[in-house]
């Protein structure tokens, strides 16, 4: 077996080609001194870890019953391939010859890709803060061969005294394999207390199915809303937006319900805080001033340096919210910043087939944020006689923000200014292209390619701009076509190959997905899409005891828990999007169904609702929509004029910030026939005179149809308040 293992890893080996570059500081030559079973992977993470001295396994059986047959523990390592304190701890001990044998003597050691695995990486990270009290990456957790969690934690200095540690790596690594083998007895007890509190963490809350069928009952009222808004006020940050506070992350501040809650009670003050955080963002380090794009977060309260890497979900949903502050204000720079975003990521994170690429790196050329800084020195001699306004716009110093370079960013924004310096930004964007690049993660992602989909697809529509329609439609194409295997959605493609079958946040991100393809165009293959797969996320992950959803389904592998999404972090739960899913389902369709499911998963989330609103912004999103009047607005047009003699609607449509509400289109007579199987909104709808027409209404009860774009954007203007 070792023979056939042997060959296969030399036979993964030779196939990179002779350009390969292996990720080690091991080499004999130009050759890998190590290489373990992680070359026979595709997912970025793992293969950086494939020429390590430790012989790292894939997450499996295999490894577990090598480690039951060797009688010793399993040492659990979880990160993704952009994380700097996985590439740190690399560096300092998985390509440490001495401490890799000893984890190779002593332990069983598998590598899992968070962003693969979310499932697992959720068990195990719940585990590591409950011993804790925090978490991160990179994890790291001892097993059992019966994989039980007994100890945990995250980021370890190597030795003793390094960064300061009293105990090191190492040295833990020694103290727990003792542990384990001199008192068993301790270890199982410990990993008992772990998976209980792990199971009572993820899979806690439910109830039975009475008590959540008597709590659906109730019709659902927007009071966290207002609760929510009260709490961020208190910890709103006056001079840069965002919350109080370092670091600082993108999504601590749900812009999107600020916006909404302005909608409906004209609480300027939520306005003003939603603007300024996304001015305060877009003029800071945290935005990219020469490519476009956001940084994954600030270490600073002011915005002003970040984390350097790139991550896809964060730059949907940021643009997202910039295209609802613009539809809300009318503000140029909000569509710049969307612009911008978007175009980065057409430009460098697009894959041949369509899909978008996952992530880049901190790092660039051994240092975080090389690749992104500058000196005032280099900047001059790039462009001469403009130089100096430019270094007054951005911020340029001798000495620089960050290791003594500069981050740009913008003291005092001036639109006008700043296009002046189109030119400018174009020559260091041109230099930097020269630089070494950030690592790239380019595997795609389904469900972070569904938050991309809705952000180009809502771009396309807001913006009037054909280009992100196209590029949207594409992934779309991508995601229903190579990403589905078999029937059903997979979480991943990389190198060709479609990986573990999808989770719950895949199913319902695409599905929000092609949702707001549909509205982008009136093309009915992706409404049918979306409410199919509407259909096979209740199939699939929906609890038919309390309501709600799972994030695994019932045929995926079965971890020590199941989880229940109730938390919206850094991208939002699959359970928060699958519950606004199933309200638009419900407008499109007429079907009190969906609205049902809708109710009982809101009946679900009524505790942390309740005590902990402010980390379910998402969830507020779906929780203002079922309390609003939904439009159901509806565009028929002369088959002979086309879509495009509804431009003048559509632009109405455009300028007009109505959240909760679900847009169908199609041409009179055969046209609106077909699509009224699929949305039976559209039924009897017509063109009148032969002119486009629009119709408004809220649960089939319709106001005057109009050709008129004034009298749509006052139909579209009444408010019903909270």
Same mark, same amino acid.
């Given at each position: 077996?070792?023979?056939?293992?042997?060959?296969?890893?030399?036979?993964?080996?030779?196939?990179?080609?002779?350009?390969?570059?292996?990720?080690?500081?091991?080499?004999?030559?130009?050759?890998?001194?190590?290489?373990?079973?992680?070359?026979?992977?595709?997912?970025?993470?793992?293969?950086?870890?494939?020429?390590?001295?430790?012989?790292?396994?894939?997450?499996?059986?295999?490894?577990?019953?090598?480690?039951?047959?060797?009688?010793?523990?399993?040492?659990?390592?979880?990160?993704?391939?952009?994380?700097?304190?996985?590439?740190?701890?690399?560096?300092?001990?998985?390509?440490?010859?001495?401490?890799?044998?000893?984890?190779?003597?002593?332990?069983?050691?598998?590598?899992?890709?968070?962003?693969?695995?979310?499932?697992?990486?959720?068990?195990?990270?719940?585990?590591?803060?409950?011993?804790?009290?925090?978490?991160?990456?990179?994890?790291?957790?001892?097993?059992?061969?019966?994989?039980?969690?007994?100890?945990?934690?995250?980021?370890?200095?190597?030795?003793? %005294?390094? =960064? &300061? +540690?009293?105990?090191?790596?190492?040295? @833990?690594?020694?103290? *727990?394999?003792?542990? !384990?083998? /001199?008192?068993?007895?301790?270890?199982?007890?410990?990993?008992?207390?772990?998976?209980?509190?792990?199971?009572?963490?993820?899979?806690?809350?439910?109830?039975?199915?009475?008590?959540?069928?008597?709590?659906?009952?109730?019709?659902?009222?927007?009071?966290?809303?207002?609760?929510?808004?009260?709490?961020?006020?208190?910890?709103?940050?006056?001079?840069?937006? %965002?919350? =109080? &506070? +370092?670091?600082?992350?993108?999504?601590? @501040?749900?812009?999107? *319900?600020?916006?909404? !809650?302005? /909608?409906?009670?004209?609480?300027?003050?939520?306005?003003?805080?939603?603007?300024?955080?996304?001015?305060?963002?877009?003029?800071?380090?945290?935005?990219?001033?020469?490519?476009?794009?956001?940084?994954?977060?600030?270490?600073?309260?002011?915005?002003?340096?970040?984390?350097?890497?790139?991550?896809?979900?964060?730059?949907?949903?940021?643009?997202?919210?910039?295209?609802?502050?613009?539809?809300?204000?009318?503000?140029?720079?909000?569509?710049?910043?969307?612009?911008?975003?978007?175009?980065?990521?057409?430009?460098?994170?697009?894959?041949?087939?369509?899909?978008?690429?996952?992530?880049?790196?901190?790092?660039?050329?051994?240092?975080?944020?090389?690749?992104?800084?500058?000196?005032?020195?280099?900047?001059?001699?790039?462009?001469?006689?403009?130089?100096?306004?430019?270094?007054?716009?951005?911020?340029?110093?001798?000495?620089?923000?960050?290791?003594?370079?500069?981050?740009?960013?913008?003291?005092?924004?001036?639109?006008?200014?700043?296009?002046?310096?189109?030119?400018?930004?174009?020559?260091?964007?041109?230099?930097?292209?020269?630089?070494?690049?950030?690592?790239?993660?380019?595997?795609?992602?389904?469900?972070?390619?569904?938050?991309?989909?809705?952000?180009?697809?809502?771009?396309?529509?807001?913006?009037?701009?054909?280009?992100?329609?196209?590029?949207?439609?594409?992934?779309?194409?991508?995601?229903?076509?190579?990403?589905?295997?078999?029937?059903?959605?997979?979480?991943?493609?990389?190198?060709?190959?479609?990986?573990?079958?999808?989770?719950?946040?895949?199913?319902?991100?695409?599905?929000?997905?092609?949702?707001?393809?549909?509205?982008?165009?009136?093309?009915?293959?992706?409404?049918?899409?979306?409410?199919?797969?509407?259909?096979?996320?209740?199939?699939?992950?929906?609890?038919?005891?309390?309501?709600?959803?799972?994030?695994?389904?019932?045929?995926?592998?079965?971890?020590?828990?199941?989880?229940?999404?109730?938390?919206?972090?850094?991208?939002?739960?699959?359970?928060?999007?699958?519950?606004?899913?199933?309200?638009?389902?419900?407008?499109?369709?007429?079907?009190?169904?969906?609205?049902?499911?809708?109710?009982?998963?809101?009946?679900?989330?009524?505790?942390?609702?309740?005590?902990?609103?402010?980390?379910?912004?998402?969830?507020?999103?779906?929780?203002?929509?079922?309390?609003?009047?939904?439009?159901?607005?509806?565009?028929?047009?002369?088959?002979?004029?086309?879509?495009?003699?509804?431009?003048?609607?559509?632009?109405?449509?455009?300028?007009?910030?109505?959240?909760?509400?679900?847009?169908?289109?199609?041409?009179?007579?055969?046209?609106?026939?077909?699509?009224?199987?699929?949305?039976?909104?559209?039924?009897?709808?017509?063109?009148?005179?032969?002119?486009?027409?629009?119709?408004?209404?809220?649960?089939?009860?319709?106001?005057?149809?109009?050709?008129?774009?004034?009298?749509?954007?006052?139909?579209?203007?009444?408010?019903?308040?909270?």
């Amino acid at each position: 077996m070792e023979g056939a293992l042997a060959a296969r890893l030399r036979a993964a080996l030779a196939a990179k080609g002779a350009g390969y570059v292996p990720r080690t500081r091991h080499l004999l030559g130009r050759s890998p001194k190590y290489t373990n079973r992680l070359v026979l992977e595709t997912s970025p993470y793992l293969l950086q870890h494939a020429h390590n001295p430790v012989d790292w396994h894939p997450w499996g059986n295999d490894a577990f019953e090598e480690a039951r047959r060797r009688g010793v523990p399993v040492f659990l390592s979880v990160g993704y391939s952009t994380c700097h304190w996985c590439h740190v701890m690399e560096a300092e001990s998985f390509e440490d010859e001495e401490i890799a044998g000893f984890m190779n003597g002593h332990y069983v050691c598998i590598k899992v890709d968070r962003e693969e695995r979310p499932d697992i990486d959720a068990v195990y990270m719940s585990a590591v803060q409950s011993l804790t009290g925090s978490g991160g990456w990179p994890m790291s957790v001892w097993l059992t061969p019966g994989r039980a969690p007994f100890f945990g934690g995250t980021y370890f200095p190597p030795r003793d %005294g390094a =960064r &300061g +540690a009293r105990q090191g790596f190492l040295t @833990l690594l020694r103290a *727990l394999d003792e542990t !384990y083998r /001199r008192d068993p007895t301790s270890v199982a007890d410990q990993a008992e207390t772990l998976v209980a509190g792990v199971r009572r963490e993820l899979e806690g809350g439910r109830s039975t199915s009475a008590a959540s069928l008597a709590a659906a009952t109730e019709p659902p009222n927007a009071a966290a809303i207002p609760r929510t808004v009260g709490l961020l006020k208190g910890a709103f940050d006056e001079a840069n937006g %965002g919350l =109080r &506070g +370092a670091p600082k992350f993108p999504s601590s @501040l749900p812009v999107r *319900l600020l916006l909404r !809650y302005y /909608r409906r009670s004209g609480d300027a003050e939520a306005l003003r805080m939603a603007t300024l955080t996304l001015e305060k963002m877009a003029a800071g380090g945290i935005y990219d001033q020469i490519g476009g794009g956001f940084h994954r977060y600030a270490t600073d309260a002011t915005w002003s340096v970040p984390h350097f890497e790139k991550m896809l979900y964060d730059n949907a949903l940021l643009a997202e919210a910039y295209l609802e502050a613009y539809q809300v204000t009318g503000r140029a720079d909000f569509a710049r910043v969307v612009r911008e975003t978007l175009d980065y990521v057409l430009r460098e994170m697009t894959s041949p087939e369509g899909g978008f690429f996952s992530a880049t790196d901190a790092d660039s050329d051994g240092e975080e944020g090389k690749f992104f800084v500058w000196s005032e020195d280099e900047i001059r001699g790039l462009l001469g006689r403009e130089a100096d306004r430019f270094i007054r716009y951005y911020g340029v110093t001798p000495g620089g923000s960050f290791e003594g370079r500069n981050i740009l960013h913008v003291p005092l924004p001036d639109e006008a200014e700043r296009a002046s310096l189109e030119g400018a930004r174009q020559r260091l964007y041109a230099a930097r292209a020269r630089r070494i690049p950030p690592a790239r993660d380019d595997k795609i992602l389904a469900a972070w390619n569904g938050l991309m989909l809705s952000a180009l697809a809502s771009g396309g529509r807001i913006l009037d701009e054909p280009r992100y329609t196209e590029v949207a439609r594409r992934a779309a194409d991508l995601l229903l076509t190579k990403l589905r295997v078999g029937g059903r959605l997979r979480r991943s493609f990389e190198d060709g190959r479609a990986g573990e079958p999808g989770y719950l946040e895949d199913y319902a991100f695409v599905a929000a997905g092609l949702f707001d393809l549909y509205e982008d165009g009136f093309d009915p293959r992706w409404l049918r899409e979306a409410l199919a797969l509407c259909a096979e996320t209740e199939r699939l992950f929906a609890d038919p005891v309390s309501g709600g959803w799972f994030m695994t389904s019932a045929d995926h592998e079965k971890l020590l828990a199941r989880e229940r999404p109730t938390v919206d972090g850094a991208t939002p739960s699959g359970a928060s999007v699958a519950l606004m899913n199933a309200l638009r389902a419900a407008s499109f369709t007429g079907d009190d169904h969906w609205r049902a499911v809708a109710d009982r998963a809101l009946s679900v989330l009524g505790v942390s609702l309740s005590e902990r609103p402010t980390s379910l912004g998402e969830a507020l999103l779906a929780l203002d929509f079922r309390t609003d009047a939904v439009r159901e607005v509806v565009l028929v047009w002369p088959p002979e004029g086309g879509v495009a003699s509804a431009a003048p609607l559509l632009s109405a449509l455009r300028r007009t910030f109505l959240p909760n509400r679900v847009l169908a289109g199609a041409a009179d007579g055969d046209g609106i026939a077909s699509l009224a199987s699929l949305a039976p909104i559209v039924e009897e709808k017509r063109a009148l005179k032969g002119r486009a027409t629009a119709y408004v209404c809220e649960r089939g009860r319709c106001q005057l149809p109009t050709s008129d774009p004034g009298s749509l954007t006052r139909q579209l203007a009444r408010v019903q308040p909270y």
